[in-house]
């Protein structure tokens, strides 16, 4: 904030641009700094979980109806585009993919922790009361919960919303195994695999298949914009355009799609670099590298393994969210930004100096 702040000082964008991109960030920073805060307590982190997770369960649903039902509305807004794609309440199918991607972790990471209690020698260390059949129950309703996330993923055709997704589940997997490898903890995972497979035929991978055949078009299209974006970085490397202003300084360099208003880079580093200088790019996102590598480093020390499962749902989000953002522009969409900042402020309360309390397990969401 006190970069930005300087900045604009220095670069005075059009006020009524940088006001609001400005209000947005500090928006954003509240979030981050309240989620953290909230989180140390484990009432107030259950409710987060239960709420990410609903909210997920919600958009996935209701990308469901718009794409096998055909009922192409948002609320009572009828589509004009992406009608033959599944959008939630979002108009770009991306954006939908990117919110889907944030909560997916989340599910599986509920998912596993309800397998390890299962197993005889679990990470899970804390006593727990709840009969086995109930812990069998949450497995199988966060493995569906899981998979009704990843056809949403499916139906929206977002081919780096699938890329995504796929690399920070394998990305999960991995940390998950190497925690503590045991060969009765694969089959389930590979159950839930195999499910996701025959649900994807099933829903059908033809539409996706034909987005992934155009891909050399569309990609030297957006290319071209990359290229015109790095243009623009080298004529003002340090200090960036100014807060807001990337479609306006984008057509001092713009060699492609003349027509049209080029609104955003599709890449979220570019973007942030021309606006806020390769400076204040770096500190960004510098920062959230931080926090993800810092995370997963303290939650796989076995000090604390109750708060292994909200470290691997938190690094699988991040993670999704980064990756997808070096094609498209999730952290520009308010919704996906302040959802991306929740969970950067989860991520943050597990390196709370103080002690997070351990509550008793519940049925849903990561410990």
Known sequence: LLFVAVQSALVRPPFYLARGQFLRLLVLACAFCVTAALACDPT????????????????????????????????????????????????NPNHFAGLLELILPFSLASALQQLDQLVPGALALSPSNFPRSERLSALVFHSFVTLLLFAGILLSHSRMGLLSIVLATLAMGLLWISKSARSGRLLPLLGLLAAAILFSLWLGLGPLLTRYSSLDIDFSSRLSVWKDSVALIRSQPLLGSGLGTFADSFTQVQTTLLARTVDHAHNDYLEFAVEWGLPGAALLFGLVLWLCIRTVRARLHPARPESFYLALACSGGILALL???LADFNLQIPA?????????????????????ATARPQSGGAA
């Open 323 to 325: 990756v997808h953002s």
């Open 336 to 356: 996906n930004a302040l959802l991306f900042s929740v969970i950067l402020g989860l991520a943050a309360s597990l390196n709370s100096p103080r002690p997070v």
């Open 44 to 91: 107030w982190r259950a409710r987060l979980l239960y709420g990410l997770v609903a909210l997920g369960l919600f958009e996935a649903l209701f990308g469901l109806v718009q794409s096998i039902a055909g009922w192409q509305r948002i609320f009572t807004y009828e589509k004009v585009f992406y009608i033959a794609q599944a959008t939630g309440t979002f108009i």
